[in-house]
């Protein structure tokens, strides 16, 4: 008879740093909530749904939304391509409209490229930000996303793990963000990496 045992101890990233109080840990789980659908759902401390992701077509789309637990939608992320070839990934944050009587506006905000050596390069429209994916684009689920001028980590991902030390599978993922990180922002570069791996 087969034996259940714990894997060893996942090698991750770097985490962030343990002394950062406030940083906010999510659970990322890579299925859908929508019958047949592929995206990820993405739950709080608290186990609650915090946000969901659907792309709405096959595994692997051109095409996903991030989405609040009542189904707004608060990123588009689009495969953009020239000449049949790929070239990027951009993303649009939306939002509400108060003098448009509530209709919904979006707003270019940021541009992923794989980049050469690994990993991908993301650069902020308007602002001229840059971030760095580290490890992201191998279909490897541990990773991490640097930003900034003195190249800190901003948000880490890893395999989850129980307080008993049991890794669990490739598609039960743990998020934390840095405080003062742009939730929306990392939540967006997470939802590329797994489009860029084929798992949404």
């Known amino acids: 008879m087969a034996k259940i ?11 962030l740093s343990s002394t950062d109080e406030g940083q906010q840990v999510y ?3 890579m299925k859908s909530l929508v019958f047949n659908g592929n995206g990820c759902t993405v739950y709080g401390a608290d186990g609650s749904v915090a946000f969901r992701v659907d792309n709405y077509g096959c595994r692997g789309g051109r095409e996903a ?4 637990r009542a189904g707004r939608t608060l990123v588009g992320i689009r495969r953009r391509s020239c000449f049949g070839m790929f070239r990027r990934w951009e993303a649009c944050r939306y939002s509400e ?10 707003t270019a905000w940021f541009a992923v490229r ?3 050596g690994g990993g991908a390069a993301v650069t902020m429209h308007g602002s001229g930000r840059t971030y760095a994916i580290v490890g992201g684009c191998s279909r490897k689920p541990d990773y991490r996303i640097i930003g900034g001028a003195d190249g800190a980590a901003v948000a880490a991902v890893a395999r989850k793990q129980t307080p008993a030390g049991v890794v669990l599978g490739d598609d039960v ?3 934390t963000v840095a405080p003062g990180t742009d939730h929306l922002l990392v939540l967006g570069l997470v939802v590329v990496c797994g489009l860029m791996n084929r798992c949404l």
């Open 5 to 15: 045992q714990p894997l060893p101890a996942a090698s991750s990233p770097a985490p």
């Open 65 to 68: 939304f991030l989405m609040d």
């Open 27 to 29: 659970t990322v789980w």
């Open 97 to 106: 409209s108060e003098s448009d009587g509530g209709e919904e506006t979006r």
């Open 114 to 116: 794989k980049a050469p």
């Open 173 to 175: 993922l743990t998020l």
